[in-house]
């Protein structure tokens, strides 16, 4: 955070009020990251094999996430499909709290919320039913 604050310094970058969204985000990037990971590590102990499909899986993620693309380049007919990723959102709103010319999508942000709080809950009830088997299939 104290990098953050002194490249602001430097660039003389002046935030909006949107920058009070950053830790809010921050929390749901988290969410969504141990959320999936709960996933996958509960996956990994049952299925043994899945650990060699998972770097593709993380590398057709992100291509398939905004990270290297703007979410707007996507026509309007077909942005609901970006939208089922949840990091479409969360990502958009970092570019625009951070770069501050970009209005923040609050729809995307919202539907990345929902999802990411499905897969934070659903992650955790998923390893607590499976980690009493793991003893068993380590």
Request: include cysteine; charged fraction near 10%.
């Amino acid at each position: 955070m104290s990098i953050l604050v002194v490249m602001m310094i430097y660039y003389r970058f002046v935030p909006g009020i949107t920058i009070l969204l950053l830790p809010f985000i921050v929390l749901m990037t988290f969410l969504l990251a141990s959320g999936i990971g709960y996933w996958l590590s509960s996956i990994c102990v049952k299925y043994r094999d899945v650990k060699f499909v998972l770097p593709f899986f993380i590398q057709l993620l992100l291509f398939v996430s905004p990270v290297i693309y703007p979410a707007n380049i996507v026509g309007e007919n077909l942005r609901w499909l970006l939208y089922l990723n949840p990091m479409t959102g969360l990502i958009g709103a970092h570019r625009a709290c951070l770069l501050g010319h970009i209005p923040v999508d609050f729809v995307g942000l919202g539907i990345s919320a929902m999802l990411t709080i499905v897969i934070f809950v659903s992650g955790i009830l998923y390893l607590k039913r499976t980690e009493k088997y793991f003893a068993d299939l380590i």
